[in-house]
């Protein structure tokens, strides 16, 4: 069993940046490729980026390409997603998740594990 606890989102000006963290308890995180998902109010969950198991590959959402970055440190079990040049329509709640393959996937349905989200607020 894999918990996941994100860390790191907050209130920021547009333009400013974040850095969420997502830190994986068991022994297996090297092995799940993860994902960063985000919702808005209303009932569907958008894809942000997704990483590989090894970190070898990423992948981004249209909307994040160029201001978002996902990284992981498997030593660590963690995985980050660095944010700049934020706007309000980054406003959502950020929820980090893992899939029980090494390869990633876009889909939320393709994800098994998720935190419990944190709160990004970015304000005009």
């Known amino acids: 069993h894999v918990q996941l606890v994100e860390s790191g989102g907050g209130l920021v000006q547009a333009g400013g940046s974040l850095r969420l963290s997502c830190s994986a308890s068991?022994?297996?995180?090297?092995?799940?490729?993860m994902g960063w998902f985000r919702q808005a109010p209303g009932p569907d969950r958008e894809f942000v980026a997704s990483i590989r198991w090894s970190g070898s590959s990423t992948d981004y959402a249209d909307s994040g390409k160029g201001r978002f970055t996902i990284s992981r440190d498997n030593a660590k079990s963690t995985v980050y997603l660095q944010m700049n040049s934020l706007t309000p329509e980054d406003t959502a709640v950020y929820y980090c998740?893992?899939?029980?393959?090494?390869?990633?996937?876009?889909?939320?349905?393709?994800?098994?594990?998720w935190g419990q989200g944190t709160q990004v607020t970015v304000s005009s």
């Open positions: 998740a893992g899939r029980l393959t090494r390869e990633a996937h876009t889909s939320a349905r393709e994800y098994y594990y």
């Open positions: 068991g022994r297996t995180f090297g092995s799940y490729a």
